[in-house]
């Protein structure tokens, strides 16, 4: 009896699209209901797991070409619909990464995401919203500056713009918490497959509208997050520029005395024009030689010119009694004999 021939091996099968965004999506909502610090190592890998997965499955969406922008939303199947959420997911997956050094990176990249997601929507039609007008891409020019105008003016805050703003933001998100009451009563059915297509039609769009409001206020924050992660980064830079300036600026050369002995060894050493010798050294020096100020002379001889000093004090004392002597006889003489006493030659 022959041998009945061995099954051939079976090959696994790839993941399907629709496996995958059901699976990165999950990972999402786990990721967002977990307790965890978000830098704890189970939650960033459901983190890496679930990019992953999204990342996949865009990649297979773009390879199946499921959109077009010659076609309508009314022309887009319904089991069809939850893939336009790729972009929105990635980008709130990419915010759920821990990683402090490359921040700025990983922000640049949710918005991408975010704006990629609006811009199909909009193209669809899907709901009524201006998109973002962000700096790298504005919508109208800047007005060119003056050539004499030296501090760009800044201009006066729009009361009515910003009451537009606010209002719009109000309205995004009750029209957000609609979204999610009427989607948290219907969800069970169309997870199950046991929806009708209309109700998973309405499901989908649900989502859409719902990611729609989400993403433009992320969209919101993530601009200011990104001035404020770049003028950090400015920071450090200035930082370190400064600090290498610091460190090529050659030393000064002393001009003044030194004040110890080290000091003295290493400056005066090759500058004849500097000091050798530290301040002690040239007071020591100047004292032993009675050069000093204070001193005058030496010691040694100021005991001798003191006696001198006395000696030579007294004879002019002496000097000064014989003098005002001699002028009292003087005077005596002169009142006892008239002018010309004693001078024979002129006699008559």
Same mark, same amino acid.
């Given at each position: 009896?022959?041998?009945?021939?061995?099954?051939?091996?079976?090959?696994?099968?790839?993941?399907?699209?629709?496996?995958?965004?059901?699976?990165?999506?999950?990972?999402?909502?786990?990721?967002?209901?977990?307790?965890?610090?978000?830098?704890?190592?189970?939650?960033?890998?459901?983190?890496?797991?679930?990019?992953?997965?999204?990342?996949?499955?865009?990649?297979?969406?773009?390879?199946?070409?499921?959109?077009?922008?010659?076609?309508?939303?009314?022309?887009?199947?319904?089991a069809d619909l939850k893939y336009l959420l790729l972009p929105a997911l990635l980008g709130a997956l990419t915010l759920k990464q821990a990683n402090p050094s490359k921040r700025?990176?990983?922000?640049?990249?949710?918005?991408?995401?975010?704006?990629?997601?609006?811009?199909?929507?909009?193209?669809?039609?899907?709901?009524?919203?201006?998109?973002?007008?962000?700096?790298?891409?504005?919508?109208?020019?800047?007005?060119?500056?003056?050539?004499?105008?030296?501090?760009?003016?800044?201009?006066?805050?729009?009361?009515?713009?910003? #009451?537009?703003?606010? @209002? %719009?933001?109000?309205? $995004?998100? =009750?029209?957000?918490?609609? +979204? *999610?009451?009427?989607?948290?009563?219907?969800?069970?059915?169309?997870?199950?497959?046991?929806?009708?297509?209309?109700?998973?039609?309405?499901?989908?769009?649900?989502?859409?509208?719902?990611?729609?409001?989400?993403?433009?206020?992320?969209?919101?924050?993530?601009?200011?997050?990104?001035?404020?992660?770049?003028?950090?980064?400015?920071?450090?830079?200035?930082?370190?520029?400064?600090?290498?300036?610091?460190?090529?600026?050659?030393?000064?050369?002393?001009?003044?005395?030194?004040?110890?002995?080290?000091?003295?060894?290493?400056?005066?050493?090759?500058?004849?024009?500097?000091?050798?010798?530290?301040?002690?050294?040239?007071?020591?020096?100047?004292?032993?030689?009675? #050069?000093?100020?204070? @001193? %005058?002379?030496?010691? $040694?001889? =100021?005991?001798?010119?003191? +006696? *001198?000093?006395?000696?030579?004090?007294?004879?002019?004392?002496?000097?000064?009694?014989?003098?005002?002597?001699?002028?009292?006889?003087?005077?005596?003489?002169?009142?006892?004999?008239?002018?010309?006493?004693?001078?024979?030659?002129?006699?008559?």
């Open positions: 009896m022959a041998a009945e021939p061995s099954p051939a091996p079976v090959e696994s099968e790839s993941p399907k699209l629709a496996e995958l965004l059901q699976s990165g999506w999950r990972l999402l909502e786990a990721v967002e209901a977990s307790n965890e610090p978000s830098a704890s190592a189970a939650l960033q890998q459901q983190v890496k797991r679930g990019l992953a997965q999204l990342e996949q499955a865009t990649r297979m969406a773009s390879e199946l070409d499921l959109f077009s922008r010659n076609e309508e939303l009314e022309e887009i199947a319904s700025l990176e990983q922000v640049q990249s949710a918005r991408i995401y975010f704006l990629d997601f609006l811009k199909r929507c909009k193209e669809y039609n899907i709901a009524k919203f201006e998109l973002p007008k962000t700096k790298e891409s504005p919508s109208e020019p800047p007005a060119e500056e003056s050539a004499n105008d030296t501090v760009p003016a800044v201009p006066p805050p729009d009361l009515v713009a910003m #009451a537009t703003h606010r @209002q %719009g933001k109000i309205e $995004r998100y =009750a029209q957000r918490k609609e +979204a *999610e009451t009427r989607l948290a009563s219907i969800r069970e059915t169309v997870e199950s497959g046991q929806a009708e297509e209309e109700q998973v039609r309405e499901y989908y769009l649900l989502q859409l509208r719902r990611w729609i409001n989400l993403s433009l206020d992320e969209l919101e924050s993530l601009e200011q997050e990104v001035e404020i992660l770049k003028g950090r980064e400015g920071m450090k830079q200035l930082a370190l520029s400064s600090r290498g300036s610091r460190r090529a600026r050659p030393p000064m050369q002393p001009f003044i005395l030194t004040r110890d002995a080290v000091q003295a060894k290493v400056f005066g050493a090759g500058y004849p024009s500097l000091a050798t010798m530290t301040v002690d050294e040239w007071y020591d020096q100047h004292r032993l030689r009675g #050069a000093l100020p204070d @001193q %005058g002379i030496p010691r $040694r001889a =100021a005991g001798q010119n003191s +006696a *001198e000093e006395e000696e030579q004090t007294k004879e002019e004392e002496e000097d000064d009694d014989e003098s005002v002597r001699k002028a009292r006889a003087w005077d005596d003489w002169k009142d006892e004999h008239r002018r010309g006493y004693g001078n024979r030659k002129n006699m008559g």
